[in-house]
């Protein structure tokens, strides 16, 4: 069993810059593969970023790559998703999610554990 707790959305200006976290318990972390996905509103919920177990094993969606970056930290049992340039449709819920296995995947049917999201909101 794993448990996900995001933290660090917000408001932000239309070029400014977030930093997300997802702690997780449970399990053994340094064993999954780590993702964000976000949904906005009427849209479905979708594939942003995703490591490897090591960290040496990345994947982005083309809409931020250059813009976003995904790290861990294994001793603390953390992800983190810096983002930077933000723009005003990255606005969105943004949940972290957790799967078993080496590969990063982008199927939201591959994670078999999800934190309650947190809301990230960029204004123009």
């Known amino acids: 069993q794993v448990t996900l707790v995001e933290s660090g959305g917000g408001l932000v200006q239309a070029g400014g810059s977030l930093r997300l976290s997802c702690a997780a318990s449970g399990a053994i972390f340094s064993r999954t593969v780590m993702s964000w996905f976000r949904q906005a509103p009427g849209k479905e919920r979708e594939f942003v970023t995703g490591i490897g177990w090591s960290g040496a094993r990345f994947d982005y969606a083309d809409s931020v790559k250059g813009r976003f970056t995904i790290s861990r930290d294994n001793a603390k049992n953390t992800v983190y998703l810096q983002m930077n340039s933000l723009k005003t449709e990255d606005t969105a819920v943004y949940y972290c999610?957790?799967?078993?296995?080496?590969?990063?995947?982008?199927?939201?049917?591959?994670?078999?554990?999800w934190g309650q999201g947190t809301q990230v909101t960029v204004s123009s």
């Open positions: 999610a957790a799967a078993w296995g080496p590969a990063v995947v982008r199927g939201k049917g591959e994670y078999a554990y």
